[in-house]
């Protein structure tokens, strides 16, 4: 797979594919921009090149079609905050005229084109769209990790017709993931928490092969006890030992899982599982995480997640760490460069780990 550093990018059209598919307000304000502010150094690097910047991505579900409040306005806001360069919007991101725009580029000129998903052949991978794409370009550069798994246009149709990379963000992405699926530094712990079960069912199979120990969020100890699945049941998957629970009158009571039905809404962690995991992570030499494992959308039910990062950070361990909830909770307590990586694809991150490729990556090899 080739990356950056292999191509001459001097007065060259580069389609970059990012992930700007960010969470909006209601009216539309950006609530967390991880995802724009790490493409920055790949976007950068490019200039830096004298590269004519071609930047495309989606934007939430429009369905194939033009939807106002899914422009890409507010993320062309968001890049030239973080550039300090004018970035200028394209109305579209196909046809004639965005050609013979780009085309008219100057070397360390960027433009956005609109969201890729107004148009139905993006997820549907239709080929006359990849091709319509790849007219805007001389080289694509895929920066979009977290859509990697997906079979888009934008995504795997674009390498059949342009030579092809990863930028830096991917690079890293599969590196650092890289590192916990092949001779990971020992013990490896791994911590599972959310609240969707069975979307993670094979994400812990493949880590209870991978890990000396598996730490398990409360909402996922109570589905292993009440569906008795015994796999889960060994010395090296760690259960969520205590948990609180909020009552009718609100108010919040302790309990241990073992004497739950397996249907309560689990708020947080309790103080024993805590300890228990905190022990299991001060050993750990490499540590993966994914889920929350608590509410931690309501502040009063963040003290166990944040109990667990703080543990995470103390131990010096190598730690990567991912899940759009998860990574937007360590942004706001400024704690992401705590961590060795922090990935930005959830679903993406999740199935490299379980089938150690992507189709994005394959698509650039």
Same mark, same amino acid.
């Given at each position: ?46 200039? !830096? ?40 919007k394209a109305p579209d991101c196909i046809g004639k005229e965005i050609e013979d ?38 080289i694509f550069i895929n920066e979009a990790f977290a859509c990697c798994h997906r ?42 928490? /959310? ?84 022990? !299991?992570? /001060? ?76 189709? /994005?990556?394959?698509?650039?090899k």
């Amino acid at each position: 797979m080739k990356t950056l550093r292999d191509f001459d990018f001097k007065g060259k059209r580069v389609l970059v594919r990012c992930d700007f598919n960010i969470p909006l307000s209601p009216n539309g304000d950006i609530l967390d921009d991880f995802r724009i502010k790490v493409t920055i150094p790949t976007i950068e690097y490019l200039i !830096k090149k004298e590269a004519k910047v071609i930047l495309m991505s989606h934007l939430g579900k429009p369905g194939g079609r033009v939807i106002e409040n899914l422009r890409l306005n507010k993320v062309q806001e968001k890049l030239m905050e973080y550039l300090d360069l004018s970035v200028v919007k394209a109305p579209d991101c196909i046809g004639k005229e965005i050609e013979d725009w780009t085309r008219g580029m100057n070397p360390g000129e960027i433009l956005l084109l609109e969201n890729l998903r107004f148009h139905k052949g993006e997820e549907e991978n239709n080929s006359e769209f990849a091709k319509a794409l790849s007219k805007l370009g001389d080289i694509f550069i895929n920066e979009a990790f977290a859509c990697c798994h997906r079979s888009h246009a934008s995504i795997v149709g674009l390498p059949e017709y342009l030579p092809s990379g990863a930028g830096f963000l991917l690079e890293k992405e599969i590196e650092s993931l890289t590192k916990i699926i092949r001779n990971p530094k020992k013990p490896l712990v791994a911590i599972v928490g /959310g609240i969707k079960f069975e979307t993670k069912i094979k994400l812990l199979d493949k880590l209870q092969e991978l890990c000396d120990f598996e730490l398990i969020g409360g909402k996922f100890t109570l589905e292993i006890l009440r569906q008795n699945l015994e796999k889960y049941l060994s010395e090296e998957v760690i259960l969520t030992k205590d948990v609180y629970l909020l009552e009718k009158n609100k108010n919040l009571v302790l309990a241990e899982t073992k004497d739950l039905k397996g249907d309560e809404s689990i708020p947080d962690i309790g103080p024993e599982t805590i300890k228990i995991f905190g022990e !299991k992570i /001060g050993k750990a030499k490499t540590i993966f995480w994914n889920g929350p494992l608590g509410l931690i959308e309501e502040e009063r039910f963040r003290e166990g997640t944040k109990k667990i990062a703080e543990k995470i950070i103390e131990s010096g361990a190598y730690s990567v760490v991912g899940g759009g909830e998860t990574i937007k909770f360590l942004s706001e307590l400024n704690l992401l460069d705590k961590f060795s990586h922090v990935s930005s694809g959830g679903g993406a991150m999740v199935d490299f780990i379980v089938d150690e490729e992507l189709v /994005g990556v394959e698509a650039l090899k």
